[in-house]
């Protein structure tokens, strides 16, 4: 058995599915306040139907791309992001320039400038589209279950996202295996720790989902170095 609990068969097999570095189904934007400038990476840009470079963002040209059921209601938590300098936090579908729709997840935080006061927000889109490709879901099927027999504590955590995004478990596996990538955490350290961080909630006037975004941008700075993908 590997340090992760599963036999070198399936750690070997998990990897090849999860993969190494960023995937390209998350990419990362600011948004600042005062003037609602916006940044993506080139991530964000590809859900968008758009090249690197080939246009710059603004508020109206990611309104444009929403689909039209959920464009008043990102509408509005843009706005409110803006009056209550909160983060920007929306489950929401965008419309690509070659029509193909895509169901996005967008976490953020606030972003502070040196003198501590919030200046705007700044996180991830993450595409849940397509959760699973096709020719990688054999061997998943086979590699899952080891994976949560052995570690009931990522169900738990995939229980949370799944409630606060109300997406599928699949679509949670996924947002997990992005932000152990993404801080080059344990999946199950990761797993752990944020189970450990929903105790200290406390449903501030912030709301559910702003704090919930707060604790899975950051868990990883929780875990001990035990817990690091290099660690034992």
Not at 144 to 165: D, F, H, M, N
């Amino acid at each position: 058995m590997t340090e992760s609990g599963l036999s070198p068969e399936g750690a070997h097999a998990l990897d090849r599915v999860i993969g190494a570095g960023t995937p390209q189904n998350a990419g990362y934007f600011h948004f600042l306040f005062a003037d609602q400038k916006w940044e993506w990476s080139d991530e964000v840009a590809r859900m968008h139907g758009y090249v690197c470079g080939e246009i710059e963002p603004t508020t109206e040209l990611l309104l444009s791309h929403k689909h039209p059921d959920d464009r008043a209601q990102v509408a509005s938590a843009l706005a409110k992001s803006v009056e209550t300098a909160e983060p920007f936090c929306s489950s929401h579908r965008i419309v690509d320039t070659e029509g193909d729709v895509h169901h996005v997840i967008v976490v953020a935080d606030r972003m502070v400038d040196d003198k501590n006061e919030v200046i705007g927000t700044s996180g991830y889109y993450i595409d849940v589209t397509h959760t699973i490709e096709e020719h990688r879901r054999e061997t998943l099927d086979d590699t899952l279950p080891e994976l949560y027999a052995t570690r009931a504590v990522i169900e738990q955590a995939k229980g949370a996202l799944i409630l606060v995004y109300g997406i599928s478990a699949e679509q949670a596996f996924r947002v997990l295996s992005w932000r152990s990538q993404e801080t080059n955490t344990k999946l199950r350290a990761l797993a752990t720790q944020l189970v450990a961080d929903l105790r200290s909630m406390v449903h501030s006037t912030t709301g559910l989902r702003t704090e919930f975004d707060h604790l899975l941008l950051t868990v990883h700075t929780r875990i001990p170095p035990s817990g690091s993908a290099g660690g034992r």
